[in-house]
RNA sequence: GCGGGCGUAACUCAAUUGGUAGAGUGUCAGCCUUCCAAGCUGAAUGUUGAGGGUUCGAGUCCCUUCGCCCGCUCCA
């Protein structure tokens, strides 16, 4: 999520809670389990629900799969499918990393409450107890301050944007001019150099030499290694802040570190043991690089190409919350798409455009999606020397005036190949042969992963569209692409033939669409309740239907209306819908 | 995981110091109805989120738990 673009803000009138009320009312989409008391982090979708989602998949899947457009060379991408089992052999997830990478051993103030991530402040978590000397202390820091191996993340990794080193400089020395440390150095590493800020200017890195000591009060405090008065100061800020930090009994008061697993841990078979253990996958991804060989082998697919998986996957998220947002079972749409390594930055430029221009297509359209480039230092650990990182992300109700993301496209660069062919032991046999430059190699990757319930979601935020004007005081404003219901057929009245000629149009039209029909009460009524399920369409059969054969076309942004012949009605479905 | 707020019908809300759980909307059925939730008649729906306690009696007081919202934290 970013805070980028704070003087716009969302939409008036879309209110998270209406949406989530409109969403249970009409039936898109329920707390899980709901009658024993729900479960956090778990949803289901109901009646249209569930079309709006398979809508979603399903056009993924067409223009993806089925129907995928022009790579930049002009040519069709060369795309094949693939469905992967939940469970994996667990060393999969050694493999990827997420076994140790995932679980982030933690540190918890156990005075605070307050959590941080190990790596992040190593050094502090050693616990000292209070008879510990202040020289065996500072010998220590010297220690750590010489330690040349403390490379970030252990070290303290302070980046700015800037367009020169000297500008840099000013910042950083902004930064830390409460601290009585000096900036020994400026290291624009290539890494940051690489990372171009959204205004176009380099990120400038400041790497210090020695671990950044985190204080309650997020005083960053950075000791030069050679300066004794630095450390004296240093440890005197601990001695000043050791009543936030612990009972004055053990020193810096936290834990031990921790391990927060976020992976859902099952067993295979009936024994519970270590030898059974398994688990959920966190990201469909992994089951298309485990299967990379078996495709190339059996589907004639040459590099360039993609493999596409929709699925489940898995994550005990610590805080599920925002709806359907971060819930902790969710359904992917992941691309793996496999390249040369040197034309990496290009097809990470071709996807990450094209996928923001699909999020387009399907309705997100506005000012609310937006495209965003990720800093270096927000970078996932297989995608740190890549050609880059971006989020497809959209401005929802809860977010704004910041954004969730709803994909992200990243260059992960042949880690995840290279990880599977040393874990798996297949080594070399993992690479892909290029007949004709006579060369193998492992391909790079360039992943657009997205999902499909933020996306479902940021439909429907986006979709919900209030209207005092109207019956039901707020319609769904779907892409027709996306609309649960295409199309309702109804008869004017319940009766003098009206209900049998409206019968017969809805039994045509539901072949192809997702159609209703409805005779009970008044035609308001059936309109209002057809704006809120997002129905495009209305075709009504009247008293002259039964003269002429024309029927009225209701259009739902609008509420004009017209007249067409009836025999026209599914040509005008595919006009206005498509097939 | 921490702190704060909140849970009564599908929705929005009532219910006197603790004293028979109600209304509107929606939904359903019938009648009526020739274009935007119209009208008439009728109907269904709650273990007051769940569990325990105090009490003659708990939606109301106490404890526990689950869920939702907000702020931290986390989001490889």
Aim: proline residues 6%; charged residues 25%.
């Amino acid at each position: 999520m970013s805070e980028k673009d704070a003087s716009t803000t969302t939409a008036p009138g879309k209110s998270m809670d209406a949406i989530v009320a409109l969403c249970r009312r009409r039936g898109f989409i329920f707390q899980s389990s709901e009658i024993y008391g729900g479960i956090n982090g778990f949803w289901d979708y109901g009646p249209l629900g569930v079309e709006l989602k398979r809508n979603l998949k399903e056009a993924w899947w067409h223009d993806i799969v089925r129907c995928p457009a022009d790579g930049p060379d002009g040519k069709p991408l060369d795309m094949v499918g693939l469905d992967c089992t939940i469970i994996m052999n667990p060393k999969v997830w050694v493999a990827s990393g997420h076994v140790g990478g995932f679980n982030d051993p933690m540190v918890e103030n156990e005075k605070t409450k307050k959590r941080y991530r190990a790596d992040q402040i190593y050094g502090l978590y050693k616990r000292y107890r209070s008879e510990d000397s202040i020289e065996l202390q500072l010998k220590e820091l010297i220690d750590l301050a010489h330690d040349k191996t403390l490379q970030p993340p252990y070290g303290p990794n302070l980046t700015c944007t800037a367009g020169s080193a000297s500008e840099a400089f000013g910042y950083f020395q902004g930064a830390l001019q409460k601290t009585p440390y000096k900036i020994t150095r400026i290291d624009v590493t290539e890494s940051s150099f690489e990372s171009v800020s959204s205004d176009g200017r380099p990120v400038i890195g400041l790497v210090l030499p020695v671990p950044m000591f985190l204080l309650e009060t997020s005083i960053a405090c950075v000791p030069s290694p050679d300066n004794h008065d630095d450390l004296m100061w240093l440890l005197k800020q601990y001695e000043n802040n050791r009543g936030q930090f612990s009972d004055t009994s053990k020193g810096f008061d936290l834990s031990e570190p921790r391990q927060f697993n976020l992976m859902f841990q099952t067993n295979v078979g009936a024994v519970q043991n270590d030898a059974s253990a398994a688990y959920l996958r966190p990201e469909t991804a992994q089951g298309i690089f485990a299967n990379f060989r078996n495709v190339v082998d059996t589907s004639r697919v040459k590099v360039p190409f993609g493999i596409a998986q929709v699925g489940k996957a898995f994550r005990n998220e610590v805080t599920p919350r925002n709806f359907t947002f971060r819930s902790r079972e969710f359904e992917q749409m992941e691309i793996e798409f496999f390249i040369r390594p040197e034309s990496a930055k290009e097809w990470y430029a071709y996807w990450r455009d094209s996928r923001f221009a699909w999020w387009q297509s399907i309705g997100l359209a506005g000012e609310n999606l937006i495209l965003r480039e990720h800093d270096k230092d927000e970078l996932a650990h297989y995608a740190k020397e890549g050609a880059g990182t971006s989020d497809v992300e959209y401005r929802f109700p809860f977010t704004a005036p910041g954004y969730g993301e709803l994909e992200g496209v990243a260059h992960r660069t042949d880690f995840d190949l290279r990880q599977h062919a040393e874990h798996s032991g297949y080594g070399d046999k993992l690479k892909y042969f290029d007949q004709e430059k006579n060369e193998r190699y492992f391909p790079h990757v360039i992943e657009p992963s997205a999902g499909a319930d933020r996306g479902t979601l940021a439909v429907l935020c986006e979709a919900y569209t209030p209207d005092d004007s109207r019956a039901s005081k707020v319609y769904m404003k779907f892409h027709p692409r996306m609309a649960p219901i295409k199309a309702a057929v109804f008869p004017l009245v319940n009766k003098d033939g009206m209900p049998e000629v409206a019968h017969t149009l809805y039994k045509t039209l539901r072949e192809k669409y997702a159609v209703q029909t409805d005779a009970k009460q008044s035609i308001g009524k059936r309109y209002a309740r057809m704006d809120e399920a997002g129905t495009p369409y209305c075709f009504t059969i009247d008293g002259q239907t039964l003269e002429d054969q024309t029927v009225t076309v209701r259009h739902r942004d609008t509420q004009a209306q017209e007249r067409i012949n009836v025999d026209k009605v599914p040509a005008f479905l595919a006009e206005h819908i498509g097939a």
